[in-house]
């Protein structure tokens, strides 16, 4: 496959009979991940899951594949949150076309918190077999994505801004880096303002951060 919309016909139906298959607490979301990553929902079916869209942007994990922060990039049967609290149980495949790159990416997303909450016999078939929970953000506005990296990063760092160092604050450029956030379209305005430097300041930190990788 060399593109997403050269077959977003089966990739579509295959989107819609999942989330049949499954019903409505199934979320199902194809990706185009040559597209600007504020976009790359093509296609959903129980979007209320997450409360996503179609023109919505991917999560933190597609942009740490992208930023080469992952290997094969696809992700099975782990355990996630929404921004609301409700349990996702998910699985995130990724396509890439003939030269290896990254296309697009197909993800399930099973809301299983009433079954986490019922008896004890159905809880030992909602938990069977599951990974450790990793961390995903589940957004309908890439800016808010943007701002939960910087969260991550922060606290990471373990300093509020103001007490940064130049150490500090390289350490932070340097992983949202590694996540991906300067993949986001104007990622350097906001973290130039967020931590109150110039974009000089800021690529020459990014620039010095690469070298003492």
Request: aromatic letters at 6%; proline letters at 2%.
């Amino acid at each position: 496959m060399e593109r997403i919309e050269a077959e977003f016909e089966f990739l579509s139906s295959l989107v819609r009979g999942i989330a049949a298959q499954f019903g409505e607490n199934c979320e199902v979301v194809l990706h185009d991940l040559t597209r600007p990553y504020d976009s790359t929902i093509v296609a959903i079916e129980n979007g209320h899951v997450t409360g996503r869209k179609v023109g919505d942007p991917g999560t933190n994990l597609g942009l740490e594949l992208l930023r080469g922060q992952s290997d094969s990039g696809n992700k099975i049967n782990y355990v996630t949150q929404t921004k609301d609290g409700r349990i996702l149980r998910s699985t995130s495949l990724y396509m890439r076309n003939s030269e290896g790159t990254v296309i697009g990416s197909l993800c399930i997303n099973y809301d299983i918190t009433d079954l986490m909450m019922a008896e004890k016999t159905l809880q030992s078939l909602t938990a069977s077999g599951l990974q450790p929970e990793v961390r995903e953000s589940f957004v309908s506005n890439v800016s808010d994505l943007l701002d939960q990296l910087i969260q991550e990063a922060q606290e990471q760092v373990g300093r509020p801004v103001a007490a940064m160092t130049k150490e500090d604050k390289m350490r932070l450029i340097q992983l949202l880096d590694q996540k991906g956030a300067f993949l986001i379209k104007k990622a350097g305005e906001k973290i130039c303002g967020y931590l109150n430097i110039s974009k000089y300041t800021l690529y020459s930190y990014l620039e010095e951060s690469k070298t003492s990788e």
